[in-house]
């Protein structure tokens, strides 16, 4: 079972309202990704994080998404102003500096009606 | 840039026939290769990764090689299972994090269904 622990599982909100997800990484792991799957299950990537810095993130995520690890804290990953097309699925995953692979969790399923 | 293709969206097979499901990349450095499998409602789970010293991976009976000359890892198993149907991603990060930072590049994905 995934280590990665992510909350809400889903998340039902209206157009124009914020969104905040959150993550909660692995133990240990210093990396946090944040993808978006969308309906035909591709990837997005959004954003990540090395510890609580932020090492890229997508223009899109730069101006309506707000996303930061704080120290001690879950991660999380916030809509400012939701849109009908930024219904997906949103997975956070997790890794270690050395080893390349991530761990994910299982997602909060956005709905923005 | 680097990328990922998987050609098939969807592979439909007979329980007990092989299984391959194609993977080729391109990559500027030396690339880790990944599989994830993702059945209905869970998270991606990591199947199987690339080696560097070409040691072939295998997890629950999935194998895949990394070829450099071909710059394919294709994904294969002797025999499907009805528990082998869900959603199979090939993914790719570079050694060098200059070129695809240090994000996973996914494919787009192959639904694999396997009926009795």
């Known amino acids: 079972n995934s280590k990665v622990i992510q909350t809400p599982r889903y998340l039902v909100k209206g157009q124009g309202q914020k969104a905040k997800m959150r993550c909660i990484p692995e133990k240990g792991h210093p990396v946090v990704f944040w993808y978006q799957q969308n309906k035909n299950n591709e990837f997005k990537f959004l954003i990540n994080?090395?510890?609580?810095?932020?090492?890229?993130q997508i223009d899109m995520t730069e101006k309506r998404f707000s996303a930061e690890c704080p120290s001690n804290s879950p991660c999380s990953l916030e809509i400012q102003s939701s849109e009908a097309g930024d219904s997906a699925l949103y997975l956070c995953a997790s890794g270690g500096l050395s080893q390349n692979t991530l761990y994910f969790g299982a997602g909060t399923r956005l709905s923005v009606l | 840039g680097d990328s990922v293709t998987q050609t098939e969206g969807l592979v439909t097979l007979t329980e007990g026939l092989p299984v391959m499901l194609n993977c080729t990349y391109q990559?500027?450095?030396?690339?880790?290769l990944f599989w994830y499998v993702q059945h209905l409602n869970e998270a991606p789970k990591l199947l199987l990764k690339?080696?560097?010293?070409?040691k072939r991976p295998e997890h629950q009976g999935f194998h895949a090689t990394l070829h450099k000359s071909s710059s394919s890892f294709h994904l294969q198993k002797s025999s499907a299972q009805l528990s082998d149907s869900a959603l199979y991603y090939c993914?790719?990060?570079?050694?060098?994090?200059?070129?695809?930072?240090?994000?996973?590049?996914f494919g787009i994905g192959t639904l694999l269904s396997v009926k009795p």
């Open positions: 690339s080696f560097t010293d070409n």
């Open positions: 990559s500027t450095y030396s690339p880790f």
């Open positions: 993914a790719l990060t570079s050694l060098n994090y200059g070129s695809s930072g240090n994000k996973l590049i």
């Open positions: 994080f090395q510890n609580q810095e932020v090492l890229q």
